[in-house]
């Protein structure tokens, strides 16, 4: 569970880092969200709150480094929880927090 003050906290740690190029971020944001959300409703294979929290990370991102944290959260997720059972319930919050610090780091290197 990821408060909603946290989501606020990083727009506003945003608009006041960019000041300059922060409108096209932030429709970029506006369409992750809304495909992303598609994805939710439709397949319920994603929870709300990852919705959130990528669209949270995308503004810091471009589409490129976007697709590999996904990618690399996904695959990180499937290694940790290859043993559980299929009812059990993946927590995809630390995979993409730990795939965002991934991406993060490697795209100022």
Not at 75 to 97: C, E, H, Q, V
């Amino acid at each position: 569970l990821i408060p909603d003050r946290c989501h606020v906290l990083i727009l506003l740690i945003y608009v006041l880092s960019e000041p300059y190029d922060w409108k096209n971020q932030m429709i970029f944001s506006l369409c992750v969200f809304c495909v992303l959300y598609l994805i939710a409703y439709l397949t319920q294979a994603l929870g709300y709150g990852d919705v959130k929290y990528i669209t949270s990370m995308s503004l810091f991102m471009n589409l490129y480094a976007l697709s590999w944290m996904i990618c690399i959260a996904s695959t990180s997720a499937l290694i940790f929880n290859f043993t559980k059972r299929k009812k059990d319930k993946i927590r995809f919050a630390p995979y993409l927090s730990f795939a965002c610090f991934v991406v993060l780091l490697f795209s100022t290197i």
